[in-house]
């Protein structure tokens, strides 16, 4: 079968044969439907981020995925079901307790490898093998939009435990903030318009005409350019945030958004940036984020109660969203394509099969 | 009566004679027994905190109280009752939100009076008076430590707070670090050990033989002299930390204590600094609070929840503990003695009657 890996000491990525997987006891295989591409993915292909599956030189990429079961190999699926897997895995040295309690998303990365980003092989080929506990059926009406499950599980955790940290007192947002227009932060805005946010902002960097405004603007949010006003100057340009949600990685912003907060407001962070010295007010920044009851919470990755809450997100996005956001679907042979990343890209994915 | 105030331009409290307040409608008129004197007042007596009830030339100080009711004044109380004022108070236009809904404690600063410290008069007198909703009854027998429970309420507030952020997963610390080995953070040592924490240590830079240090190691704890151990470095060198309470102002432990967390763990800032610039490595703690699932709460004043839970944490404290805590309690004809500060004092308290 054909998969799209990255080799050691390449910087792009190529197609390679490589044999059908076997699934093994409590295993299903799964014929891949469809594999969304993202910033993560050019970050492993660049390797600024994650590694290769030991004793290997190369790494199939992708961990957005949507697939049909093809065996179901005694498991509780059956053939035709559609499922999308989680990311990630027990490392080599076999489950730990985050695994055994089901939350791989709170290990720590030396106790945990991600499929298609680190230490194991992802989802871009035309087979691959899963343990049916990572896999989340998902509605056949959407398949087609399955490879987004993925990343909108990322938010469904990052929102989850930011309200969480709100949840000992009366707390109820109405201005929220996206600080990032890639297609996650585009996601994450229409998830706070689905949740009921009053106002909703995102922050870019991009002249107009641009499709990422487009969709902000469709969203009846409000297009924040950073280049005007800076992240510590939104709150007086525009209002105090209840909930900035922080997907850019760059790492001013995750002691800026401070400033951006309204009180008792919560910043998700979910940017992975590389080490950079800067300096800040600390003083002011402490000041403020202790009289004013502040919270930041950090998140990475997502578990299968994440997964499942997506599928229904996903569900309810509107079409014409749904549409914009996913500007073009390459199949095998132009695969290039899909991980091109121009003005006039939000969201691509691979297309393996159709249903 | 006499009360203990600091006037406008000077720098060090004086006794005034006051007239005995009379009691509202709604109010309870209450003989003080005891006014604990922290860190806050020296800050509101040089000026850098807190500010004069509006067209008043002096402040009442003091908002660590415990008093006997004296006047009922029809409300559910009854005279001899011993109760504990809670700070906060509507500002000058009336109650707002906060108030309405008994969560004083999230009001942003201008939406707030703090009693004996920003806007309203504080209860260092022999008599205050104050609505009967901001008292909470305190068993007499613990009626002569009662002037803790104010600070013990602060810390009930952070750590309820820092346990909401980790409530949408499976956590349960079990090492926690103190940083500031003041009379606040012995307080809240004492009360991680109440909470079966295996392993907690505190940080300081002092000298032995010191009493703060026989305390920290009286209570099972490790004392970390931050001249030798950095917070940066004190996951090395000891462990890496469940909980962080940072209650020593000091803005670079703010953004230090990142480093400190274990994975998924969670640092309460409760210092209120002065603006400082300085560098830090944003980039690399941004990163490390993101793949490590880290979360940080702001957390300031108590509501009449944490009040009660307060007593009940100060009733279940070590008789030990708080003798050696508390290391002197003055009459008012001594209370100059009350302020001082060297390295024999960990907490004092001026007594105005008794039970």
Chains 1, 2 share one sequence.
Not at 158 to 175: G, K, M, T, V
Not at 281 to 294: A, I, T, W
Request: glycine share 10%.
């Amino acid at each position: 079968m054909e998969a799209v890996v990255i080799r050691r000491g390449e910087n792009s990525p190529t197609v390679a044969e490589l044999s059908r997987p076997d699934p093994g006891p409590g295993e299903v295989l799964v014929r891949t439907l469809r594999v969304g591409v993202d910033g993560t993915d050019r970050e492993v292909i660049a390797g600024s981020h994650g590694g290769y599956p030991e004793g290997e030189d190369f790494l199939v990429l992708g961990h957005e995925a949507v697939g049909v079961v093809a065996e179901a190999n005694g498991t509780a699926f059956e053939e035709g079901d559609v499922v999308v897997p989680t990311v990630r895995r027990p490392p080599a040295e076999g489950p730990n307790e985050y695994f055994e309690r089901g939350e791989p998303d709170m290990a720590p990365p030396e106790a945990c490898v991600e499929r298609g980003i680190d230490g194991a092989h992802g989802f871009m080929a035309e087979y691959f093998t899963s343990p049916a506990e990572n896999l989340v059926p998902v509605p056949e009406e959407i398949a087609e939009w399955g490879f987004l499950v993925e990343p909108i599980s990322i938010s469904e955790k990052a929102i989850e435990h930011a309200y969480a940290a709100r949840s000992a007192f009366d707390w109820n947002p109405d201005a929220g903030l996206v600080l990032g227009n890639g297609s996650l932060g585009l996601l994450t805005l229409a998830m706070l318009d689905q949740r009921g946010y009053d106002r909703t902002y995102c922050l870019g960097r991009r002249d107009r005409p641009d499709p990422t405004i487009d969709v902000i603007e469709d969203l009846g949010a409000t297009y924040v350019d950073s280049r005007e006003t800076p992240v510590s100057e939104i709150a007086d340009a525009h209002e105090p945030m209840d909930f900035v949600y922080e997907a850019t990685g760059y790492a001013r912003h995750a002691f800026e958004c401070i400033e951006a907060l309204a009180p008792a407001g919560v910043g998700a962070l979910l940017g992975v940036p590389e080490p950079w010295e800067f300096e800040i007010d600390g003083g002011r920044l402490h000041k403020e984020f202790v009289m004013n009851n502040k919270a930041l919470v950090g998140s990475v990755n997502s578990n299968v109660t994440h997964f499942e809450a997506a599928v229904r997100t996903l569900g309810d996005l509107p079409a014409w969203f749904l549409d914009d956001l996913v500007t073009a679907v390459y199949e095998l042979d132009d695969y290039e394509a899909a991980f091109a990343d121009d003005e006039t890209t939000i969201k691509t994915a691979l297309q393996f099969s159709q249903i």
